[in-house]
Every structure is written in structure tokens, then in C-alpha cells.
């Protein structure tokens, strides 16, 4: 679990070798990744890995998940071309995102994709005509549940989903239309702590087994999800809690007749295996008082990668080569002409006294939706680099 490996030290001893010489660079380990994956299979051994892939969508990382086996869940075409390229067949793609435009989902159905997610009827129906449109047979539809995100870090709002009863309603309607109801999906919110909740969910999602079955509609699949955690500052449940518990209520739900599952995990399986090297910029204070904060300014912010320390929410673990030395609190700030790109403020957060302009900073754990939200060329700034080892 260690965020920190061998492999990623041994090539920040010699990153200009590597021709990375100047700026933050994102170092991803494969290894991690493979050692995440089998986790996952083994903690949930009856369920089907659909990888998210906008968490880190590296064509490194996407061919090892190819080649283990995964499936890709993607929320666009651009996203499900990757996939693709990676090696995975189009049977191993779902189109996850709740809100596509009707000619994209053409063009997934061209390319062979066949699972689709929806969240209300005027999004079937924008599937049931791409469908006529491209003659595509045998397409699936998932209808995404509102979750409310209790015990996540990162929680993921109304945006997505609907009520389960209207659920019910919504594949019936896809029923009616010639596609296949096939299950149900949900989203428990990202970096979940609670292993438990998944329970709620499933328990709505086998009321909507029911209502339908009456109605002689027989879903298939409920689809669990992302949500497992990554270390951060704060240590994490093992995956194999999740597993167990997610197993429980699933027995104690659907009783003997489980339901075909799958999970989504995004942060989960690459969170762990980058590890940002940034530098800094500038130490300061806003005066010559003894107790006036310190400000440390990283060649790294919100708009370099860093986007989920928004409101504070996900705390990443810094690494400095003073640790050990005495701590103050400091405001971590990025390098940018925008005031929004503070870092910690409001919960400080304690660096060694001695850190110094130029030092190196290691910014662990940030293998999930980094690169992806580093801005292009904001202040001149280049994005975010990758490097895969
Ligand atoms: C982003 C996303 C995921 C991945 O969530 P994590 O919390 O990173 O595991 C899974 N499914 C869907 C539909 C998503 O949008």
C-alpha cells in the first residue's frame, strides 16, 4: 500500500536521465497497478473489473488493465477509442456517462459498444434512436440510482442518477423500446470510507429487481460502482473489507439469486501508484510577525493537477527531505496569477521549518485524477507531465 516504491525513487534519483529535467512530472508505477487489480479480483472474485478510465487515462496503464483482463468503463468517444487502442474488444466497454449527445452514442454503437448508462426517459430514447439508426442488435441499458455519498471525500451530488422508483419507469420505457433492461447502477462517492455503504443501494436496487420482474422484466446486473478509497493522509479500509461487506448485503438483499455484478473503480486502482516530484517555489510571509503564517508556494496547484484539493477535500500526503525536522503550519499555495489556487488554508497544513525555495516536494498518492484536470497552458504553464515505469 505504500504509495512511495523502489521503482519511482530509483527514477527520481535520475529523472534528467529520463529527459524530465524541469517542472512537476507524475511518476506511475505498473507495478502497483497489477498488485491493485489482483486485489480487486480477489476481494470480489464473482465480479467483472470495468476500469474507470478517466481517472488515469495513460495508454500505459490502460493496455497493462487491458491485458489483465479488465473491462473499461469510459464517458465519452474519445475515451472509448483509448480503450480500444488499448486492446480491449468493444464487448468490454461500457458507456457510463448519464449524459451523452445522440450522435455520440452513434458512434459508440458503431464502434461496437453495446452497454450503455442512463438516468431518465429522454436518454433511452436518444439510445432507442441511434439504435434504429445504426441497426445495432442487442443493446443494454443500466439505469443509475441517486446515492446521497455519506462517509465519501469526494462526493458526487444530484448530477447523476434518478430515484429508484424512478428507475422502474425508466427501464420499463427501454423495455418498451427494444433494448434490453439490464440492470441497475449506482455511485456510493468517491474515496468511500465506509465499507458499508453499499447496503442502502442494494437494497433499493433489488426493490427494483422486484417491481420489474412482476412487470416480466428480469434485470441482470447491478453495477457497484467506484468509490473504493486510496490512501491519502488518513490510512484506509483494505479492499477486501469492501469485498466482504459488499458481499454481505448483496446476500442479504438478493438472498441466493445474485445478481451478475460489476465495479467501476477508478481511484482505487491507480490512486496509489504515482507519486508527483514537484519543487519549490517561494517561502514566505505576509509579515514580520513571529506567528504570521507561512506561505509555501509548489511549482504544482490547482490548476497544474492538483483540482481535487477544492474545497479542501482531498488531503494528499507531501514528503519533503526534511521530514523529521520541526513542522509549522503553512499555507500550500500553487504557482499560478489566480487567487483560487491555494491549496490548504483553512486546515493548514505542517511542513519542516527548514524547507527551503528549490527543494524537492513528493506529493504521494496522486496516480487518480490528476493529469486529466492540469490545465493547458494556463499562465503559460505546461500541462501536467506522465511518466510510466
Ligand atoms: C468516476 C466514476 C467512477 C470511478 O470512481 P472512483 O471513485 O474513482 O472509483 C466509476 N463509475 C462512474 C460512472 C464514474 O463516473
Redesign the pocket.
Known sequence: MAPMTERIRDFLRDRRAAGVEDGPVLVVDLDVIRDNYAKFARALPDTRV?Y?V??NPEPKVLSLLAGLGSCF?T?SVAEIRMALAAGATADRISF??TIKKERDIARALELGVRLF?VDCEVEVEKIARAKAETGAEDVRVFC?ILCDGAGAE?P?SRK?GCEPAMAIDVLEHAHRLGLEAYGV?F?V????GNVGAWDSALASSSWIFRELAERGIFLKMV?L?????TKYLKDVPAVGAYGNAIFRALSKHFGNRLPETII??????V?NAGVIESEVVLVSQKSKAEDEVRWVYLDIGKFGGLAETMDESIRYDIRTEHDGERKVPCVLAGPTCDSADVMYEKTPYWLPVSLEIGDRVLIEGTG??TTTYSAVAFNGLPPLATVVI
Open positions: 470495468f474507470a478517466k481517472a468503463d464517458a457510463g456517462n448508462a443509475r469526494w458526487l447523476f447502477s455511485h462517492g468517491s474515496q468511500q453495477n460502482g467506484g468509490g473504493f478509497p467501476e473503480p477508478g481511484r482505487g486502482m490512486g487518480a485524477y
